[in-house]
């Protein structure tokens, strides 16, 4: 019964701060269409439709429905799913389990946001508990600056080990024509740009994007009809932990070395390092940069640094990390998670233009949100076994 | 980039959805509320099975998956987990805070797990993680968290 699933297609709008010339349903379209074409498919072909966003982003809480204009799904199965910064991610996990279960055999997935329509702070507050940690809340980027103040104390990082991870990605968006940012930056620019939450600075991290994303994922019945050389999903995990933001371990991502252990110990990765090519990391500051890797088991805890230092995760090092210039050029929060996983799929498939980094046979991609979530797959040239 | 934008006059709808809503906080934080605002006394619930002591309190221990029904008391003096210095004023932060806002993960002695809250009476620049502070009760109180003022460091 279980199938094997494989990404065919994938589409992206030219993400911006903001698109008034287009609404939701039109902005969605824009990727819907794009993804059709990439794959050679009708709106016919498609089964079912997952969709997702941030919950009070937009202020339309019923998208799945609201949105069968720009989506296809009139007269289709439609499910929505949200789980926050994760979204993305998520919804790619959960097209991979319709496909897999064997029940549908062409999924279009599409997360997408207008981040330029709501307050942003405003509604990420609404995912913290009303009663305990709202009331005494400074706004989302404190979580994550707690978290680099807990790794920079443990390991003696310093603000310029993030900017050197901000330096990077911004250098990569220059690659990517769907990136909202594309501007280098230097390091002393990053480090004398306003300081948001020690130690957090403006450049180190993601600005507020509209924009979507589409993928496509057909079971192996037909994934190479429609694809010759698709990218096949090997394995996903998700980890949602946290109900009290005191719940956490500031410094490190438990969630991301569980999902990172099922994973490689699933399928046999001992040395990720060498074994996987290319990561895309839903990464929304720099600090992450360093702290995430090791807890994916890449470098051991408290050699992020150097590693990245040494160009390791620039384009054309070891592991090349974010050739999109991911999260911190370009962030439509509900589309992140499966840009990344759309990104690492053009990887795998030879598709990734300016951003190619070469004979990619596996890739990772992740998400990230809630609060400590993770969400994580692993994308590979050949068929798993 | 600015080129998709040409020739658009976009017209924009400003709205505002009034929705309020009105959260109760359950029997086992309202007996942590009811003796921080009477007594000024933090207490937390114990798990049966692992022993951990839950800040804020939880009715039933994630891990063991039972219910918690003992209650010790806790020290109104911790330890700072973590920390930010939060410098832009945004409007989740509460509106009687100053910038720039210090933000911390408390550890309380007797407590495994750690509280949201405030530090102040100190310098940003001192803030340190590991640091021993303790909880200034406010004057008035009314049954939330916001029933501790803030922490601020033990000297
Ligand atoms: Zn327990």
Redesign the pocket.
């Known amino acids: 019964m279980a199938k094997r699933v494989a990404i065919v297609g994938t589409g992206q709008t030219f993400h911006k701060s903001h698109r008034p010339d287009v609404n939701g349903q039109e902005i969605i379209n824009e990727a819907v269409q794009r993804a059709l074409a990439d794959a050679d498919l009708k709106i016919k072909d498609i089964d079912a439709i997952v969709i997702g966003n941030m919950d009070h982003f937009e202020g339309i809480n019923y998208v799945d429905c609201w949105s069968v204009d720009g989506s296809g799904g009139v007269m289709k199965p439609v499910i929505k799913i949200t789980t926050g910064g994760t979204t993305g991610a998520s919804l790619a996990i959960g097209g991979n389990h319709m496909v897999g279960s064997g029940m549908f055999e062409k999924v279009l997935v599409i997360g997408w946001e207008k981040n330029s329509e709501s307050d942003t702070t405003g509604a990420i507050t609404t995912a913290f508990d009303p009663i305990w940690d709202r009331q005494v809340f400074a706004g989302a980027i404190s979580g994550l600056a707690a978290e680099a103040q807990g790794y920079m104390a443990r390991y003696g990082a310093s603000d310029r080990d993030g900017a050197r991870v901000s330096v990077r990605d911004r250098k990569h968006a220059m690659n990517n024509p769907h990136a909202q940012l594309r501007k280098e930056v230097t390091l002393e620019e990053v480090l004398a740009s306003p300081m948001l939450a020690d130690p957090i600075h403006l450049l180190d991290v993601c600005p507020r994007t509209d924009g979507a994303c589409a993928v496509i994922m057909a079971s192996e019945d037909v994934a190479e009809k429609i694809c010759p050389k698709p990218d096949w999903i090997w394995k996903t995990a998700a980890r949602h932990s946290y109900a009290y933001l005191g719940d956490a371990d500031y410094g490190r991502l438990v969630s991301m070395e569980r999902c990172a252990k099922e994973i490689f110990q699933k399928v046999g990765i001992k040395e990720p390092r060498k074994e996987i090519d290319v990561i895309e990391m839903y990464q929304p500051y720099s600090f992450a940069g360093l702290i995430w890797i090791e807890d994916m088991g890449i470098v051991g805890p408290g050699e992020a640094p150097g590693y990245i230092w040494d160009g390791n995760t620039d384009m054309g090092g070891e592991l090349p990390v974010n050739p999109s210039g991911g999260v911190i050029s370009c962030n439509p929060i509900g589309a992140t998670g499966l840009i990344r996983c759309a990104e690492a799929a053009m990887q795998v498939m030879g598709k990734a233009e300016g951003r190619q980094v070469p004979d990619v046979n596996f890739a990772v991609s992740t998400g990230f949100g809630g609060c400590w979530w993770t969400d994580m797959l692993l994308h590979g040239k050949k068929k798993p076994n | 980039m600015s080129d998709i934008f040409k020739g658009i006059e976009p017209l924009i709808y400003e709205s505002k959805i009034n929705v309020p809503y009105s959260w109760w906080a359950g029997d086992t934080a309202s007996k942590f509320f009811i003796n921080l605002r009477d007594e000024k006394k933090i207490i937390a619930p114990r798990?049966g099975?692992?022993?951990?002591v839950f800040l804020p309190p939880r009715k039933v221990?994630p891990?063991?998956f039972?219910e918690n029904t003992e209650w010790v008391s806790v020290s109104d003096e911790g330890t700072l987990v973590s920390y930010s210095v939060a410098r832009r004023k945004l409007a989740s932060i509460p509106a009687d805070k100053k910038l720039p806002v210090v933000w911390g993960l408390v550890k309380l002695d007797g407590a495994d797990t750690a509280i949201l809250h405030f530090l102040d009476d100190v310098d940003p620049g001192d803030v340190k993680i590991g640091m021993r502070v303790k909880a200034v009760f406010a004057e008035q109180r009314t049954g939330g968290i916001r029933d501790i003022s803030h922490f601020k460091p033990v000297r």
């Open positions: 798990c099975s692992c022993g951990k221990c891990a063991c039972t």
